[in-house]
């Protein structure tokens, strides 16, 4: 039943995603408030909708109209992009690792410079960026700047259905739908890594 229910949510923001049309776009153009993604040709943006009950989301999906990307997941269902089951890295060791960051994050040095040994790949979308954990671009997401629940309740079941481990710096679970909406930071990755990952954010 939750799979046939998931379909309908699929179909429900691919529709949402068609009705802004070209015009939509070009009068933002025209008044300068055209999203920068658009601006640099990446397509770093997405849609993002959850579930959420007592707190924690039990389905939800993550979909970029450009790359036709949609990663889906419900609790106890596994993560899916576009019908391909997904595993977050199986990463145990700095050397090699891909790490998601943003290009503000990396401009202020945020965190970058705890972790010479990674790449960073910036995406400026946390929705996308963390959605693009479980298929297996980067090994680690962090993120030092503040959250809202609409922006990574859905990715963080996508994570935790590809067997990774999402948490704020402190290593609580993320708790939504509360009157607090904002969440000052979280690291997600796989559960050999994080540890790893962990001790050099404490150490700061």
């Not at 401009?107 to 410079?113: E, I, M, P, T, V």
């Not at 922006?151 to 963080?156: F, L, P, V, Y």
């Not at 402190?170 to 969440?183: A, M, Q, T, W």
Request: hydrophobic share 45%; aromatic share 8%; net charge negative.
């Amino acid at each position: 039943m939750m799979e046939e229910n998931f379909i309908d949510i699929r179909h429900a923001v691919a529709a949402l995603c068609a009705g802004f049309s070209g015009k939509y776009w070009r009068d933002l153009d025209a008044k300068r408030a055209y999203p920068k993604a658009f601006v640099a040709a990446r397509p770093d943006f997405a849609v993002s909708v959850a579930l959420v009950e007592d707190g924690r989301p039990i389905a939800g999906a993550v979909f970029n109209p450009i790359t036709d990307e949609f990663v889906e997941a419900y609790k106890g269902g596994g993560t899916r992009c576009n019908g391909t089951v997904l595993h977050v890295s199986g990463a145990a060791e700095m050397a090699g690792l891909k790490l998601g960051t943003s290009h503000n994050e990396l401009r202020n040095k945020l965190w970058a410079h705890l972790f010479p040994e990674a790449e960073m790949v910036p995406v400026d979308a946390i929705a996308y960026k963390l959605a693009l954990l479980p298929c297996g671009r980067f090994d680690g997401v962090i993120a030092k700047r503040a959250k809202s629940d609409w922006d990574i309740a859905a990715a963080d079941l996508l994570v935790s259905e590809a067997g990774g481990v999402m948490s704020d710096l402190d290593g609580n679970p993320l708790i939504y739908n509360r009157r607090e909406i904002r969440h000052p930071n979280l690291i997600a990755c796989g559960p050999a890594i994080y540890p790893i990952l962990m001790a050099r954010l404490r150490d700061d």
